[in-house]
């Protein structure tokens, strides 16, 4: 092929690629200034106690991603679960809350969500190092590297209206595809520069082992034991409690709650 040719193909792939970008972006745009349902209104209001906290600006940039999530994504339920508004946005709602003050792509790689009435079973594989066993577990949500996350309705809205526990199967599940952004579940996201990795990884690699040590010593600690269980488990956790608890985390924890409060570009202490 003359390489004349190959330039221009090359050329107008680009050119395609940026044109479509524009237009998703005109689109968003759009659906973030739409008028926002009222009847949703209605449901955030009765599901989601962390909305009735939100700031009139925030809970109005919240609207405008909504909008957009449910434009983009799909939702399909299983065991029986027919998928109505009152799943949708309220799954929805809690997955924009990571993104409120953040400039992201929404969650690019997810295309699908999957929803069960309850808890459900899901095979996982184990390893002890040398042999790989596959087991049958109960999970209340779980997270995909190929575009889905799947997630109990039951436990989607208790975790909506329940504020104080410090746990929330959505924040968790939707904090994991943040984390996958680079191809990798590890506990760090995508972050802006080199100085920002450099203090995240000191403090989660710090917080991380304290954790460990407290767990290993059968000590009682604030962020959820399952934290423990992995980088990518820990910063899962402590996204939970920055939504759910963020008085208390910030004071036993400030440094940590440091770095969330820049990650996320959010200070939930103040709406508490
Ligand atoms: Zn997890």
């Known amino acids: 092929m003359p390489i004349i040719l190959l330039i221009i193909i090359i050329l107008t792939i680009l050119l395609v690629v940026i ?9 968003r745009q759009k659906l973030k200034t739409k008028a926002f349902n009222p009847q949703w209104v209605l449901i955030l209001q009765k599901n ?23 434009h983009e994504k799909t ?16 799954i929805a709602a809690q997955a924009c809350i990571l993104l409120l003050n953040r400039d992201d792509d929404f969650y690019p790689t997810l295309y699908n969500i999957f929803v069960y009435p309850g808890a459900f079973k899901s095979m996982q594989t184990t390893s002890d190092g040398l042999v790989n066993t ?24 208790q975790g909506a209206q329940n504020e104080k526990d410090g746990q929330n199967v959505v924040y968790h599940e939707f904090a994991h595809q943040l984390d996958n952004d680079d191809g990798r579940i590890d506990g760090t996201p995508v972050l802006n520069s080199a100085e920002d990795y450099k203090s995240w990884t000191k403090v989660f690699s710090e917080e ?3 954790l460990r040590d407290k767990i290993a010593a059968h000590k009682k600690t604030l962020i959820d034991g399952y934290g423990a269980e992995s980088e990518g ?31 996320y570009r ?7």
Request: charged share 30%; aromatic share 16%.
């Open 75 to 90: 939702f399909s339920g299983y065991n029986g679960l027919q998928i109505n508004d009152e799943i949708r946005v309220t």
């Open 48 to 70: 989601m106690t962390l909305y009735q906290k939100l700031p009139d600006e925030l809970k109005c940039r919240l609207h405008g991603l909504i909008n957009v999530f449910l």
């Open 208 to 210: 991380y082992t304290q």
């Open 19 to 27: 044109a479509m970008r524009f237009q998703r972006k005109r689109f």
């Open 266 to 272: 959010l200070n939930p202490a103040e709406w508490f």
């Open 134 to 157: 596959l087991k049958e577990t109960v999970r209340t949500g779980e997270s995909w590297h190929r575009g889905q996350v799947v997630l109990s309705w039951k436990h989607s809205k």
């Open 233 to 263: 488990e820990f910063f899962a956790v402590v996204t939970e409690l920055f939504f759910e608890r963020p008085k208390l985390f910030k004071k036993e924890h400030l440094e940590l709650y440091k770095e969330l409060e820049k990650f």
